[in-house]
């Protein structure tokens, strides 16, 4: 399966846009990549997920590069409500499910 | 709002003593998935169901058993909870695939905090 890798820690200034790097160099053709965010003592929320192109709705973008070995998750205008762990996922479709590989994901605290 | 329920929240049990945990979802979804996630780490896929069909992952211990008597319960059972075993249980649902190109996203349920004593 493939991995993800992302830093462990960011930190944004509210208002600010945050960007999130991943690395998925492992990544198949036919593999997605999702984000969801975890706010601590809670279930993981999805963000948003692509395939190759770049995707945006209310809540982020997603920027794929064109080997789809990258990829960067936009919050265009961070709020507090933003503090959480992010996880960059590699989304493969098993014939009955859809199989998740996390990366350990990035903690984005969002500043005043 | 349509969603994906978990109960309790938080679960106390002792060493040995089997625990249940529990998830609803009225989203009609297909797919019913358990993870575990320990403290500072992803969560880890322990088996789903795709309608009535249990699929165990492999290094999924057989402390560990499932059962899904219709499609808006799914249940989690613990036959002898170890210290090793404490963790936040997450449930999740998918939809199926078809329709929706080939992937399939999950829904995450609010998760179940287990403290074993």
């Known amino acids: 399966d493939a991995k993800t890798t992302q830093p462990p820690s960011m930190d944004c200034a509210e208002g600010r846009a945050a960007n999130l790097p991943c690395n998925h160099s492992t990544i198949s053709g036919n593999e997605y990549v999702y984000w969801y965010r975890q706010i601590h003592s809670q279930g993981p929320q999805y963000i948003i997920h692509?395939?190759?192109n770049n995707e945006t709705n209310e809540m982020a973008s997603l920027i794929i590069t064109e080997d789809r070995k990258s990829s960067t998750l936009i919050l265009p205008h961070a709020t507090l409500r933003d503090t959480a762990v992010y996880y960059c996922i590699v989304s493969r479709y098993t014939g009955t499910a859809s199989k998740l590989t996390f990366g350990t994901g990035t903690r984005l605290q969002v500043t005043l | 709002d349509a969603m994906v329920i978990q109960n309790p929240r938080y679960q106390v049990t002792q060493f040995g003593k089997p625990v249940t945990l529990s998830c609803s979802q009225t989203l009609n979804h297909n797919v019913m998935y358990w993870y575990q996630q320990k403290s500072s780490q992803a969560p880890k896929l322990l088996f789903h169901?795709?309608?009535?069909?249990?699929?165990n992952e492999a290094d999924t211990p057989d402390n560990f058993q499932s059962r899904r008597p219709n499609t808006s319960f799914c249940f989690l059972d613990i036959r002898s909870p170890g210290l090793g075993d404490a963790a936040m249980y997450l449930c999740a649902t998918s939809r199926d695939r078809f329709g929706t190109g080939n992937t399939d996203t999950q829904y995450f349920g609010p998760g179940t905090r287990l403290t074993v004593l």
């Open positions: 169901y795709y309608d009535k069909d249990f699929n």
């Open positions: 692509g395939l190759k």
